[in-house]
């Protein structure tokens, strides 16, 4: 037993936990000031240091603030109580089919071959609509709780992300370009570091006919209305993941429309939550894919009817 006490135990730094959880160091230090916790240790220089089942109940609490939970009524919870708000038992491990859990344990053994044999197989079975829909939307759910849980590292998302993002490039540019309206242009802002939702959304669009022109992730808002302007583009659409801060969406976005010409549509989408609880005028929020395809007959309808210009937008109520 003394032995055990006295084994080493695995501490992070600082600087280790705001990569590992995304949250920043002056907001860790607020909330051990204002909730005590964290309550970091510290190190023989001095350094604060955290224990991992800190770091596992910061990851959770991120997970939830980013959907919207405020820190104080939350952070008192346990991780128990945490990871129960984040996924209720029974309602994700019963909605996974079982060729998500091939993937899933093929992408937890490093099979990296047969994960994207397996990834490339369920494309061709279920072509790119459905692909996007009923297979890379709960996956991405998925590796994101799993991550959030301490059951995949970093390193093992980021091989998932890879690997999807090679097969829709390759899906994408087997798609007939008929270069038909809307031309959209696709990107997102500064510090919004996921593109796969990005690919996702191009996918959708080129199903629908629509002529895209991708910029890849994080594009200052100037480069933006430049390359709008350039490439005589009718929508902007931008991806916006949970990790992205509600004030970073509605500020960003408020200051892409003031600039850019009125009748340049904008079109947000991705699972940050603010899309769906906040409104900014002249731009449409477009929560999920599936929102897509009646977006682009809108804007056509739109214009073939001579209407110019983008409506009054709002997000979508949800539904009961």
């Known amino acids: 037993m003394e032995g055990s006490k ?140 799993q991550w959030m849980r301490g059951q995949l590292e970093i390193y093992e998302e980021h091989l998932y992300t890879e690997t999807l993002q090679s097969l829709l490039r390759s899906a994408l540019a087997s798609i007939p370009q008929h270069g038909q309206p809307p031309r959209v242009l696709l990107t997102t802002f500064p510090n919004e570091q996921h593109s796969l939702g990005l690919l996702m959304a191009e996918a959708m669009l080129a199903l629908e006919g629509a002529s895209c022109v991708s910029l890849g992730a994080q594009t200052p808002i100037r480069d933006i209305i430049s390359a709008a302007a350039t490439h005589q583009v009718d929508v902007i659409a931008l991806s916006f993941s949970l990790a992205c801060p509600a004030n970073q969406v509605v500020d960003g976005l408020g200051e892409l429309r003031d600039k850019i010409a009125e009748e340049v549509e904008i079109w947000a989408g991705g699972s940050n939550p603010t899309l769906i609880r906040r409104g900014v005028k002249g731009v449409q929020a477009l929560p999920t894919l599936e929102a897509i395809p009646a977006a682009v007959a809108r804007w056509r309808a739109r214009h073939a009817e001579g209407r110019p210009g983008a409506e009054s937008i709002r997000p979508p109520e949800r539904s009961t």
């Not at 990569?19 to 860790?28: I, N, Q």
């Not at 029974?90 to 992408?107: H, K, Y």
């Open 6 to 145: 006295n084994a080493p135990r695995t501490v992070f730094s600082i600087s280790a936990v705001e990569r590992d959880t995304g949250l920043s160091k002056d907001t860790l230090r607020v909330w051990e000031r204002r909730y005590r916790f964290p309550l970091p240790e510290r190190d023989h220089n001095g350094e604060r240091v955290f224990t991992q089942e800190q770091v596992d109940k910061l990851r959770a609490l991120k997970r939830l603030i980013d959907r919207g939970h405020r820190p104080s009524r939350i952070i008192g919870h346990s991780l128990g109580e945490l990871l129960a708000l984040v996924a209720p038992p029974g309602v994700m491990t019963e909605a996974v089919d079982a060729n998500l859990d091939v993937i899933l344990d093929l992408l937890r053994a490093h099979r990296i071959a047969e994960l994207r044999q397996a990834l490339s197989q369920t494309l061709m079975r279920q072509g790119l609509c459905r692909f996007c829909l009923e297979t890379i939307a709960p996956l991405n759910q998925q590796i994101g709780e």
